[in-house]
């Protein structure tokens, strides 16, 4: 399986007469997008922004960042199950619009949509610094829907925006120079060419069955993982569309966009080809909501890993809190026993700052552990130049003077592992 | 700058296990490694004072004698204590660092001291002071009081003091988030490499080693207990009178089943975020089984179900509260002549 990555720089963004890259700067008609957004009856507007790097500027409550890439033609469909045709992704050409991000807020308030936790665009100031995507220029997105809708529908139809909007800006790549391209693929358990290395897999958690999934919300390939087990992915699939994150965002931080640019499966291709290790595949998982379900989750992973990988190593990410936490270091043990290494990524759980509490588990062996940050780390933001919010109970405290945690601020914590957080004990 | 020294019998000159039985005594000025400690410490430094103790009688009387430590400490308007540095003696490192705990506790002044790792008061003060790592040889007495001098000055000077492996003391278990040029991800596959090289790693988080709880003893005889229900699933009467925090709860709740047969979902709530409540919500007789043992109780397999529960919420709840929740739980289920206790979570 092979995706070609072409990347077109953008360095700005404006509205403008006819959606194109014109050089570096995307510009967008801003009327036409909202036509394409409203063709799905359930929307009846969409309020469009551009934000810029150092901008005084905070958004929020972010829904989801999502890097503009569409597919060229020929190859598998952009987000299938949620826009294209259920089909395997990860494969052809795609098109990326680097530097840019569509980031979409919620429409519906916190309480409205069953949610906990509410985390902030920052664009400049302290907080901004430990952020990838204060780095972006950005098209913030919030689609407006029938009210008399469900939450639930009014957030599916947030999701196909969102990811037609990041296709629709990309396509305005196609035909032009690119920047660079890159190919990815030839990695799997029986691909030639990198005998004698260590054979290396990743096994990354995508949903916590903590909180019970919508009917309608689209995870996997468009579905909820109801009834899921562990699945078995190229890296590609990841890369290219197959997985978005859950509508209420989990501790930790998950973000569409590292998942198009994961930092688990890029930093493990690059290894693959400085030929430091063989990279031999992937395994998508959930945490379970009983003993039962954790057993066979962990058990059917850590066999995909050793049997249908035929791996000696692996890395494990989790997606949310506690639960997740004991299915990945569970999984990391049976990997133990099965005498394949691992090293695991957490978050702090300890509540108390103490190391006695932070890790949940104690498997003498899974002993490789890397921290991806906790909420220990606190900002007093300034008051905001300018203030973009999706709902009315954000929009009434957006702008003031706030202290933040680490955690509630996108892309300074996040779970995919591209958080420059780490602990320190002391 | 003045500074107050506790040494014990041995290291004031005083005598060995024969002498341990001293009671607290001051001397003026620096009295054995004393004299190193001011000297390390150079400038206008004076070990103004120097208490001494027998280890026995410091221990035994240890409220008394730390009591007496703190206010002669306040009395030489010192600007630091130091106490040791104790090596391997155990009695010693357990004065040490309770007299460290209450003079940085009342006075505001930091304290110092040095202890081997395995040095039981280690394990009773690592967390609240910076110990420095001494080793067992008291040969080594210059280096660990260098140590020892070098956090001290930092800490009057109100420096960052470091890591424990950098700075020389022992690890106190904290957490801290610091920002660093790679990325978590960059970082994980590093660390699995070079596990799988067999080479050192440092994980960013030590696996935690738990005491191992002993198995009570088996009840003789369940159909003469009264037997109590405890869950930290986080169900409360609806309402949530007790005002139980659904994560990191730092309270419990006593709730009535006298006089009824099993739960209704209507009457309760659900004050936990870290599962799926649905089935409880349906149903809360899956949590709290009041159901089951009514039916036991009935049969005479049971001897009385105690007409209350507790519950509390485990959901990200620290060891150092969950310890606390779990003494006071004690308490009333043996003030209550409870005699077998069935725990329910999530």
């Known amino acids: ?426 | 700058m003045r500074i107050v020294h506790y040494i014990n019998q041995f290291f004031a000159g005083v005598g060995g296990e024969e002498a341990a039985g001293a009671p607290l005594e001051e001397k003026e000025g620096a009295v054995g490694p004393g004299r190193l400690l001011e000297q390390l410490m150079g400038g206008d430094a004076q070990v103004v004072s120097t208490l001494v103790c027998g280890d026995n009688h410091a221990v035994e009387n240890q409220d008394a004698v730390v009591a007496a430590v703190v206010e002669k400490v306040r009395a030489a308007k010192a600007d630091l204590f130091v106490a040791g540095p104790c090596f391997e003696a155990g009695r010693y490192g357990m004065i040490s660092g309770a007299a460290c705990v209450a003079v940085e506790a009342e006075l505001g002044i930091p304290a110092m001291t040095g202890m081997h790792v395995e040095n039981p008061g280690v394990d009773l003060y690592r967390e609240g002071l910076y110990i420095v790592d001494s080793g067992k040889s008291a040969a080594e007495m210059k280096g660990v009081m260098g140590k020892i001098v070098a956090i001290a000055q930092k800490r009057l000077k109100g420096e960052p003091i470091g890591k424990p492996g950098e700075a020389g003391y022992l690890a106190r278990g904290l957490i801290l988030d610091a920002f660093v040029e790679k990325k978590a991800g960059h970082r994980l596959v590093d660390m699995l490499m070079a596990k799988v090289a067999g080479e050192p790693f440092e994980t960013e988080m030590p696996v935690s080693s738990f005491q191992a709880t002993p198995m009570p003893a088996a009840i003789k005889d369940i159909s003469k207990s009264k037997v109590m229900i405890i869950t930290d699933g986080g169900l409360v009467p609806r309402g949530n009178p007790d005002k139980i925090v659904g994560m990191a709860a730092t309270t419990w709740g006593t709730y009535s089943i006298e006089g009824r047969d099993h739960l209704k979902g209507k009457d309760y709530e659900i004050s936990h975020g870290g599962y799926d409540q649905r089935f409880v919500e349906q149903d809360p007789d899956r949590l709290v089984p009041l159901d089951a043992l009514r039916e036991l109780e009935r049969e005479g397999a049971i001897g009385e179900l105690h007409n209350e529960f507790i519950s509390t919420s485990g959901l990200a709840n620290p060891l150092s509260n969950t310890r606390r929740m779990g003494k006071e739980m004690v308490e009333k289920v043996r003030a209550e002549g409870v005699n077998a206790v069935i725990l329910t979570s999530t």
């Open chain 1, 1 to 426: 399986m092979e995706l070609t990555i072409v990347r077109h720089q953008v360095t700005d963004i404006q509205f403008g007469g006819e959606t194109r890259l014109e050089g570096d700067c995307l510009v967008i008609n801003a009327d036409d997008l909202c036509a394409h957004l409203l063709e799905d009856d359930r929307l009846v507007g969409a309020d469009l922004e551009i934000v810029h790097p150092g901008e005084d500027t905070r958004a929020g409550s972010v829904f989801d960042i999502i890097e503009p890439r569409a597919k060229a033609p020929g190859g598998s469909p952009d987000f299938p199950g949620i826009l294209g045709e259920v089909a395997t992704a990860g494969q052809g050409t795609t098109h990326i619009l680097e530097g840019a991000a569509v980031t979409v807020l919620n429409e519906m308030s916190a309480a409205e949509r069953g949610g906990r936790q509410d985390r902030i665009l920052e664009m400049s100031g302290p907080a901004s610094e430990h952020s990838h995507y204060a780095t972006l220029h950005h098209l913030i997105l919030v689609s407006r829907t029938r009210e008399e809708l469900a939450p639930h529908v009014r957030m599916n139809a947030g999701r196909l925006a969102s990811v037609k909007a990041a296709v629709y800006l990309a396509r305005a790549g196609m035909g032009e120079e690119p920047a660079s391209s890159e190919t990815y693929g030839l990695v799997g358990p029986a691909v030639a060419g990198h005998e004698g290395l260590p054979r290396v897999a990743y096994v990354g958690q995508i949903y916590s069955r903590q909180r019970s999934p919508e009917v309608d919300e689209q995870i996997v390939y468009g579905v909820n993982t109801n009834g899921m087990m562990p699945l078995l992915l190229h890296p590609n699939e990841w890369l290219d569309g197959a997985i978005v994150p859950a509508y209420v965002l989990s501790l930790g931080g998950q973000e569409t966009y590292f998942y198009q640019n994961h930092p688990v499966i890029i930093d493990l291709y690059r290894r693959h080809w400085a030929r430091e290790l063989n990279f031999v595949g992937t395994v998508a998982t959930i945490a379970a909501t009983d003993n039962d379900d954790r057993d066979r989750n962990c058990h059917a992973s850590a066999n995909f890993v050793k049997w249908g990988l035929g791996a000696d190593a692996a890395v494990l990410t989790k997606f949310g809190g506690g639960v997740p936490h004991m299915d990945m270091a569970v999984t990391a043990n049976i990997l133990e026993s099965k005498g394949v290494n691992t090293a695991v990524m957490v978050s702090d759980m300890s509540g108390d700052r103490r190391v006695e509490s932070a890790l949940l588990f104690n498997f003498p062996d899974v002993d490789a552990v890397v921290y991806c940050g906790g909420d220990d780390t606190k900002w007093t933001l300034p008051e905001a130049g300018r203030a973009i919010a999706g709902d009315a109970v954000t929009a009434r405290t957006l702008a003031a003077v706030r202290e933040v945690g680490a955690a509630s601020v996108v892309g300074v914590t996040n779970q995919q592992g591209a958080t420059h957080i780490q602990s320190v004990i002391y």
